[in-house]
């Protein structure tokens, strides 16, 4: 018995190389979201809003999850926080201690990108803009929430002696990120509708 060979035509060939194409596009994507979170966090490092500094990166871990998937954001995410740890920026938190800031800045930036792709898939279907706002405003309070609890986790005696008799809640919420996060959230829906438009250009990119 002879078999015979049944010639293909073409589909899973093509149904191949856009595949690749897609890979190649993704990871080039990636790529340039996570060099621009790179040099984002490193200018961001110079502008201070009480004793640390603003993080201009949330926007493009916010595009990133948003075009490529909760995956993507949360590995934006975690590239911010290492930036943090290396630049110094964590520097007054790693010399109390080291374990603790490690994993409360790693955590908060890999979860502020996770959840901002989560919302915008959520939904996204029903109002894209309206996603996209809500994830530019997921982002800053994940980072600032997980912050704040890596705080009461590992910091409450070195937070107390900085509040120096005001009351150490009052003094995280306003010393420590009230002002950083103010601007954070509000940045980020000034430039959400910037975010929008940079999908549409995306999406058209993807199509040609």
Known sequence: MVLRRIPRDGSDSRKELNMNLKNTRTLTGMAIMTAIVIVLQLLGSFIRFGPFSISLVLIPIVVGAALY???????????????????????????????????????KGAAAGYVAGLVFRLLAKKNETVAVICAAVAAPVVNTGIFLIGCLLFFMPIITEWAGGTPVGTFMIVGLVGANFLFEVLFNIVLSPVIVRLLGIARKGKKD
Do not use: K, Q, R
Request: aromatic share 10%; hydrophobic share 65%.
């Open 69 to 107: 998937g909760e995956i993507a954001g949360a590995w934006l995410g975690f590239v911010f926080g290492l930036v943090v740890l290396l630049s110094g920026d964590a520097g007054a938190f790693l010399a109390v201690n080291p374990l603790g800031t490690i994993l409360t800045v790693l955590v």
